[in-house]
């Protein structure tokens, strides 16, 4: 690990049943990996484009970086809790063969808590053991991560498909990917520069014009691509028009309003009043069809998303 990293740091994220791997990067179980096991309830990219809840890594290769601090993220910043380190540098470079090849390993070892438990579906667990997807999403901004590539191509080398998250700080990185994920998602949270900066909290400069560039590269990507817009109540529940605005110069596959929980480290920062209801994303999502020509397609209530596309149905990527 960086010896510049806080011990604590590492501590508490492994308190908190983070696995880590190598210098960077991390592992963790997904709550709706135990729902599927244990209640048959899967989240809602299962119901969406057909990913097996129960077989996605959940991981990062940047487990402590990020060019932003946005309020509503639930990973430790800098600065929570008296530990203080520097965000926006990944100071090594694991090998992606060695990461992917970790989180494997990783992922097999916080299974094994599950083998002995009666209420487990056995054969969902026995297909958990043979993971078919990674969420390249815990933690962290991935674009930080110089072999992100190399990482995608080696999960695709063992017939895996990939959901890579990124707040698109770093265009210059995605516009020459050796290999594009299954799936490209872009965190797009704030409908104009001022909400962006007090939502989002960008550590580096020209975050917010780095952002429409990269939405602007979208319309370049084979693979389908997703604007997703986690809407916090009292921050940038609003001004649907803007949002549409940004829509339209990335046009997007897929669209994605999603309400902030109130979970993790974004506790220290948001209050249970900033989660949205369902509802209210409905409302969101309604507007933002009638002024895009997107249609509404699906939703989850559970997860409080819904999901907008041109397209008649999603795309089922199994």
């Known amino acids: 690990m960086d010896p510049s990293l806080p011990e604590e740091l590492l501590r508490l994220l492994r308190r908190q049943k983070y696995h880590m791997v190598g210098r960077h990067s991390a592992v963790k179980r997904c709550r709706w990996l135990y729902n599927t096991l244990i209640h048959n309830r899967p989240c809602y990219k299962q119901k969406f484009y057909g990913i097996n809840t129960h077989q996605c890594i959940q991981m990062t290769p940047t487990a402590f970086s990020c060019t932003m601090r946005c309020l509503f993220c639930w990973r430790v910043q800098s600065g929570d809790g008296n530990l203080t380190w520097d965000e926006t540098t990944l100071p090594f ?3 992606a063969e060695d990461i992917v090849e970790g989180c494997l ?3 097999k070892k916080l299974l094994s808590g599950y083998k002995p438990n009666p209420k487990v579906n056995r054969e969902k667990y026995w297909e958990a053991n043979h993971p078919k997807h990674a969420a390249i999403s815990l933690t962290g901004e991935p674009t930080l991560y110089p072999q992100l590539g190399e990482l ?8 895996f498909t990939t959901f890579l998250v990124t707040n698109g700080t770093k ?3 995605l516009s020459v990917l050796e290999q594009e994920p299954s799936q490209l998602y872009v965190s797009t949270c704030a409908p104009d520069k001022r909400t962006f900066n007090k939502v989002c909290r960008p550590q580096i400069s020209n975050a917010w014009e780095r952002l429409n560039e990269t939405l602007a590269l ?3 990507f084979r693979c389908p691509t997703v604007m ?3 809407l916090t109540r ?3 529940l609003k001004h649907p028009e803007l949002y549409a605005r940004l829509i339209e110069r990335a046009q997007p596959t897929y669209i994605e309003p999603k309400a902030y929980m109130h979970v993790g480290f974004s506790r220290l920062r948001l209050t249970y009043k900033n989660t949205p209801h369902h509802k209210e994303i409905k409302e969101f999502a309604a507007s933002l069809a009638e002024k895009t020509g997107y249609k509404i397609l699906d939703e989850s209530k559970e997860s409080r998303v819904v999901l907008l596309s041109k397209l ?5 990527l199994r």
Do not use: A, G, M, W
């Open 234 to 236: 009292h921050l940038n």
């Open 105 to 107: 390993e990783e992922q």
């Open 218 to 220: 979208l319309p370049s």
């Open 171 to 173: 265009p210059e990185v």
């Open 228 to 230: 997703r817009i986690t």
């Open 93 to 95: 470079c694991d090998d």
């Open 312 to 316: 008649e149905k999603p795309i089922k």
């Open 152 to 159: 995608i191509k080696s999960f695709h080398r063992r017939s």
